[in-house]
């Protein structure tokens, strides 16, 4: 009797340990499905954050195009008409060089026998009819301005390299004050007589980061300034070292914020802006890159008087 009780025992609880065992595979299977759905769900979140923030790139981008269009369009006017003029002057020095020669090969060839006073005469009479000194004179301011002309491209089409660097590249070790002077080129054209910008840096400040992502930050901070101000717009953007960060402010005679914008300015989709003049996701973005830079975005302001937005990031070691 005790024998068909231990087996009977010892039946049920091998189905019950077969029945648990079936509900643990049951569930770690639906577990599994369950982390395979939600990692889905956050890589196609994560695709989407990085495509929203590259169309926030190029809204902040196509707003600067027809300004950049005209700043590169400007030097490459004048270099242009500079490299005609250029040719017309070689072909007037052609002249003049002929002159000489034929003056010179008939002293020489043709024995004529000109005492060598007259002869100088001559040719500085020709050096004068044939304008030389002017010539010569102009040459140099020209290759001067067209020497000007090609940095204010290259200055352009770096900031342009600088801002559209992918932001899943490797960090560099970059000078952040340089990248606000790469950033200022692609937005000088907006700004020009709307914003007067003076700056307060003098030394490099190296950090660790994206460059195409920190002139995204910047861009955005100078634009929402130049969209603050009224008339004797100013913006100082002051760097400096602070222990073991480089701070750099951007502050602004704007019209400020009252406290209730100023706490959702870094919320996605806030704008006060009307439509096609913000998209609302800026400051959120830019929170967001200074934030996976080990740093920080702040901001003060005073409605009625200006703002100042405070980046804060971590300095790093230049690179030799
Ligand atoms: N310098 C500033 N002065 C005053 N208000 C600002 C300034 N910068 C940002 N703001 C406010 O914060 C809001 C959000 O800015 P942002 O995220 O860059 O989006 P957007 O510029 O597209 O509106 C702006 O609409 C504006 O109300
Ligand atoms: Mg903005």
Do not use: W
């Amino acid at each position: 009797m005790a024998n068909v009780d231990y087996k009977a025992a010892y039946e049920r609880q091998k189905k019950a340990r077969e029945i648990a065992e079936d509900l643990l595979e049951n569930r770690s299977r639906e577990l599994y499905e369950a982390n395979k759905s939600l990692q889905y769900a956050y890589n196609k979140l994560k695709g989407q954050k990085e495509k929203i923030v590259h169309q926030e790139k190029l809204a902040s981008l196509g707003q600067l195009c027809a300004g950049l269009a005209h700043e590169i369009n400007n030097p490459a006017g004048y270099i242009k008409s500079n490299l005609n003029t250029l040719r017309n002057y070689s072909e007037e020095l052609t002249v003049f060089f002929k002159v000489l020669d034929d003056i010179l090969s008939a002293h020489k060839i043709d024995n004529i026998q000109v005492p060598i006073v007259e002869l100088i005469e001559i040719i500085q009479t020709l050096r004068k009819d044939c304008e030389v000194n002017y010539l010569l004179d102009d040459i140099k301011s020209i290759a001067s301005e067209s020497r000007e002309g090609i940095s204010r491209i290259e200055s352009i089409v770096k900031g342009l390299r600088d801002f559209s660097r992918p932001d899943e590249a490797e960090p560099d070790i970059l000078d952040v004050v340089q990248c606000i002077e790469n950033t200022l080129s692609l937005v000088k054209m907006k700004i020009k007589d709307k914003l007067y910008v003076c700056y307060d840096y003098a030394d490099p400040l190296y950090v660790k980061g994206q460059q195409g992502s920190l002139s995204q930050v910047f861009l955005n901070l100078i634009i929402n300034a130049l969209h603050a101000v009224g008339d004797n717009g100013r913006l100082i953007i002051k760097a400096k070292k602070e222990t073991e960060f480089a701070v750099i402010s951007f502050i602004d005679n704007g019209c400020g914020m009252g406290s209730d914008v100023c706490e959702k300015i870094f919320e996605p989709f806030f704008t006060t802006k009307k439509n096609g003049q913000g998209t609302g996701l800026g400051l959120s973005i830019s929170h967001g890159i200074i934030k996976t830079h080990g740093g920080l975005l702040s901001v003060e302001s005073v409605e009625g008087q200006g703002t100042c937005f405070i980046v804060k990031l971590p300095l790093s070691e230049a690179d030799d």
